[in-house]
């Protein structure tokens, strides 16, 4: 646990350090320019649209830094050659990867949390997010970040190229989505081996479906339940990445 | 020369080969790194190796840390068959550049391996301190590393290689590029090491050094092992230099200087 720790705060300080600040700066720009379009608008209206405008600025900026650092977490540790330094020492390369992968997304949640408080307060001075719903829509962004962290780092290791392994997952964060459509078309084609492949495909790449809180709330499901299960796809999804990642590094040779 | 991995043995190679694979649209291709190594270490002993670019001298050490798997044979270090990382513990290394991490203070560094290397958390401060002390980084140990020069970073690399009072101190080409002072210093403490009844296994091109400082030296070439020889005997008939020049072949395709 202690090897965890010290690899775990040492990636913290290096991405404080280096580049999770700029998101925040970024989001001030989003937030200037939204504020300044809100502010033309009627009373409620701004409300709703600094609302959904912070929060999918929040969960973009989110999404991007955690694709992009974890993407370059391990592939630029490799090219300075800092990991051979690393593993010389008594570390088991699991712990290794476990504790850079939770520094990174200790960051980005840092960053995400700034973001979302600055949001949350400005949402309440117009009178908006009274409710804890702010709180499930923030936690449901920062689960779809967690696991698209983990998808990148599995991508980073499995392709090498950074480039591919960035553009590889963005794809699959679009795909994400589209995971409820994968499965109708799955059952509408006659195609046994359209469908099997669809179906697989659906069920490998991450599911956004489990953090669709609107969705949810419109349909009556939002419950402690519906949290939970939500909390245990994105611990499954990431222990599952993570456990592949763990294979393909402890056959990498340095 | 090689022996039984027993009680006196530090470092062990037995019929230890190395073939690098790479694959490219479908085609493989494949170079030697190190050709069936049979080769001793003892404990307390300053070892050198000796060889030319791409003789294998890097091979041997990445196997030796388990940063590479042995293709043919076996490596065992302090009785231990590596890859292992409980052995790690008991071995620091010097890679010939500083390959540390730029953001962290030099103290936040020396701790990060400190506690790597398993230090208890109650004397980890104060021996990260005393180290920086003994390397003469003292006055630096909060400054981040990107504020360090060359010198300084190859001090902090040799302050980590240290922290945890190491049983076998692997050191990589530890002199490129350092000033005459600065490879005076590291002499030093080779022989201070030494004296301090730790093995040390010194990896260099440079046959002045090695010559002044090891008690036995192996020639690598091709990846093989070429020549072994003891003090007695390069300091007998045959000098390090003209032995070195008779043992090693040139591999990497250049041909020699013309003088005519």
């Known amino acids: 646990m202690e090897t965890i720790k010290a690899v775990f705060d040492y990636t913290l300080r290096e991405h404080i350090r280096h580049k999770v600040w700029l998101s925040g700066a970024l989001f001030g720009l989003v937030l200037l320019t939204g504020g300044l379009v809100a502010s033309a608008l009627?009373?409620?209206?701004?409300?709703?649209?600094?609302?959904?405008?912070?929060?999918?600025?929040?969960?973009?900026?989110?999404?991007?830094?955690?694709?992009?650092?974890?993407?370059?977490?391990?592939?630029?540790?490799?090219?300075?050659?800092?990991?051979?330094?690393?593993?010389?020492?008594p570390?088991?390369?699991?712990?290794?990867?476990?504790?850079?992968?939770?520094?990174?997304?200790?960051?980005?949640?840092?960053g995400m949390a700034a973001m979302g408080l600055v949001h949350w307060a400005l949402v309440r001075l117009l009178g908006g997010a009274g409710d804890g719903s702010y709180l499930l829509a923030w936690s449901c962004s920062f689960g779809k970040v967690a696991v698209m962290g983990a998808l990148s780092l599995l991508?980073?290791?499995?392709?090498?190229?950074?480039?591919?392994?960035?553009?590889?997952?963005?794809f699959l964060w679009v795909l994400g989505h589209f995971t409820a459509e994968m499965r109708f078309l799955a059952e509408r084609s006659g195609n046994p081996l359209t469908r099997a492949a669809l179906t697989a495909i659906s069920h490998a790449v991450p599911d956004f479906a489990h953090f669709n809180a609107r969705d949810a709330w419109h349909a009556g499901d939002l419950s402690v339940g519906w949290a939970a299960a939500a909390a245990l796809y994105v611990l499954g999804y990431c222990a599952a990445c993570l456990a592949l990642s763990v294979q393909v590094f402890e056959q990498k040779e340095f | 020369?090689?022996?039984?991995?027993?009680?006196?043995?530090?470092?062990?190679?037995?019929?230890?080969?190395?073939?690098?694979?790479?694959?490219?649209?479908?085609?493989?291709?494949?170079?030697?790194?190190?050709?069936?190594?049979?080769?001793?270490?003892?404990?307390?002993?300053?070892?050198?190796?000796?060889?030319?670019?791409?003789?294998?001298?890097?091979?041997?050490?990445?196997?030796?840390?388990?940063?590479?798997?042995?293709?043919?044979?076996?490596?065992?270090?302090?009785?231990?068959?590596?890859?292992?990382?409980?052995?790690?513990?008991r071995i620091g290394y010097?890679?010939?550049?500083?390959?540390?991490?730029?953001a962290l203070t030099g103290r936040e560094n020396l701790r990060l391996f400190a506690t790597l290397s398993r230090i208890p958390g109650a004397e980890r401060e104060a021996r990260v301190a005393r180290m920086m002390d003994r390397v003469g980084l003292g006055h630096a140990i909060d400054k981040r590393l990107a504020e360090y020069s060359k010198g300084m970073l190859q001090r902090a690399s040799l302050a980590q290689a240290l922290i945890h009072d190491p049983e076998l101190v692997i050191m990589d080409e530890p002199i490129t590029g350092l000033d005459p002072l600065a490879i005076k210093e590291v002499r030093a403490l080779i022989l201070w090491l030494k004296g301090k009844g730790k093995t040390v296994l010194f990896a260099s091109h440079d046959i002045s050094e090695v010559e002044k400082v090891c008690d036995r030296i192996a020639i690598l070439s091709g990846g093989r092992l070429a020549r072994a020889m003891t003090q007695d005997e390069w300091r007998g008939k045959d000098s390090l230099e003209a032995a070195f020049a008779s043992s090693v072949t040139r591999t990497d395709g250049v041909g020699e200087i013309r003088l005519d």
């Open chain 1, 155 to 170: 991508l980073s290791l499995t392709l090498t190229s950074e480039a591919a392994a960035m553009a590889f997952a963005v």
């Open chain 2, 94 to 102: 010097a890679p010939e550049a500083a390959y540390l991490n730029r």
């Open chain 1, 91 to 110: 570390i088991r390369r699991s712990h290794y990867l476990l504790g850079r992968f939770l520094g990174t997304l200790a960051a980005v949640g840092a």
């Open chain 2, 1 to 89: 020369m090689p022996g039984p991995a027993d009680a006196a043995s530090a470092v062990v190679f037995r019929g230890a080969g190395k073939v690098y694979r790479r694959s490219h649209l479908g085609r493989v291709t494949e170079t030697v790194g190190l050709a069936g190594l049979n080769l001793e270490i003892r404990r307390g002993e300053v070892f050198g190796l000796l060889g030319l670019n791409g003789s294998g001298k890097t091979t041997a050490i990445k196997l030796l840390m388990g940063l590479h798997l042995p293709t043919t044979g076996d490596v065992s270090v302090l009785g231990r068959r590596v890859p292992d990382v409980e052995v790690l513990a």
């Open chain 1, 42 to 89: 009627a009373q409620e209206e701004r409300v709703r649209m600094l609302l959904d405008l912070g929060l999918a600025a929040i969960e973009t900026i989110g999404l991007v830094s955690v694709v992009f650092l974890t993407v370059h977490l391990i592939l630029q540790e490799i090219e300075s050659r800092a990991v051979f330094l690393i593993l010389t020492h």
